[in-house]
């Protein structure tokens, strides 16, 4: 079956700007953003799969955020917050028999809890929460 070199009449084509096939998509980094956050809320209840696919979608995704410096700072923000978390619950769950575990894993879900909220307040007030160097400074 031959198919027609023209589209059929009332069909809409694609067509993409130069490079674009270069580019793994093109989303909005603030809504990108904004999309991690909820993960990261969605992790303090259902633990492993959003924090999971939150650091995947912040690591594949770190060439569309780097367009946008308050994105990119907020990415960075993500990924220590949630690394950081991961490996205090992971030491308090393998400290759980020896009785010691809920005194790591409760202030380590607490502080969580906050660097998610502080990091999604300062977002949606559009500043910055914090530069590759370290946590962001007044002058």
């Known amino acids: 079956m031959d198919l027609p070199e023209q589209p059929v009449s009332g069909s809409a084509t694609l067509e993409f700007p130069?490079?674009?096939a270069d580019t793994p998509s093109r989303t909005n980094p603030r809504r990108l953003?904004?999309?991690?956050?909820?993960?990261?809320?969605a992790g303090l209840l259902l633990y492993i799969?959003?924090?999971?696919?939150?650091v995947y979608i912040d690591t594949r995704r770190a060439r569309e955020v780097a367009v946008d410096?308050?994105?990119?700072?907020?990415?960075?923000?993500?990924?220590?917050?949630?690394?950081?978390f991961l490996i205090?619950?992971?030491?308090?769950?393998?400290?759980?028999?020896?009785?010691?575990g809920w005194l790591i894993l409760i202030p380590a879900i607490v502080w969580y809890a906050l660097r998610v909220a502080y990091g999604a307040q300062r977002f949606a007030r559009g500043l910055?929460?914090?530069?590759p160097a370290g946590p962001a400074r007044s002058a």
């Open 18 to 20: 130069s490079g674009a």
């Open 33 to 41: 953003a904004w999309w991690c956050y909820g993960l990261q809320a």
């Open 49 to 54: 799969i959003p924090i999971w696919l939150e």
């Open 69 to 84: 410096p308050l994105s990119e700072s907020h990415r960075y923000w993500r990924v220590r917050t949630t690394l950081m």
């Open 88 to 100: 205090w619950s992971i030491l308090g769950g393998l400290t759980l028999p020896f009785g010691i």
């Open 128 to 131: 910055p929460v914090g530069t």
